[in-house]
């Protein structure tokens, strides 16, 4: 069973940075892309960013500029650099993960648990 292990969130100041981390473990026969979602308090979750095994990136228009997504395919991770954070920035971050487990698995999608980042004004 694939798990993933998400660190980095906290409470920053408006403008300041942090970094996101998520790491996959278990069984993984390869990883089609990984991503954030992000969910703030009342509001839908939405994508943030993600990147795909050929390291295409797509970022959410609010977060164009100021975030970035790469990842460290031997590791199986994917990290989030987050600069000039703003308030509304604030939310649960949740990592995934859309691949497959085995060569003849079908195709899977894997949440993380979820880190709290608050930027405060």
């Known amino acids: 069973q694939v798990q993933l292990v998400e660190s980095g969130g906290g409470l920053v100041q408006a403008g300041g940075s942090l970094r996101l981390s998520c790491t996959a473990s278990?069984?993984?026969?390869?990883?089609?892309?990984m991503g954030w979602y992000r969910q703030a308090p009342g509001k839908q979750r939405e994508l943030v960013a993600s990147?795909?095994?050929?390291?295409?990136?797509n970022l959410a228009d609010s977060v164009k500029g100021r975030f970035t997504i790469s990842r460290d395919s031997a590791k199986n991770t994917v990290y989030l650099q987050m600069n000039s954070l703003k308030p509304e920035d604030t939310a649960v971050y949740y990592c995934?993960?859309?691949?497959?487990?085995?060569?003849?698995?079908?195709?899977?999608?894997?949440w993380g648990q979820g880190t709290q980042v608050t930027v405060s004004s």
């Open positions: 995934n993960l859309e691949g497959r487990e085995t060569v003849l698995s079908g195709m899977m999608k894997v």
């Open positions: 278990g069984t993984i026969f390869s990883i089609n892309a």
């Open positions: 990147i795909t095994r050929g390291d295409s990136t």
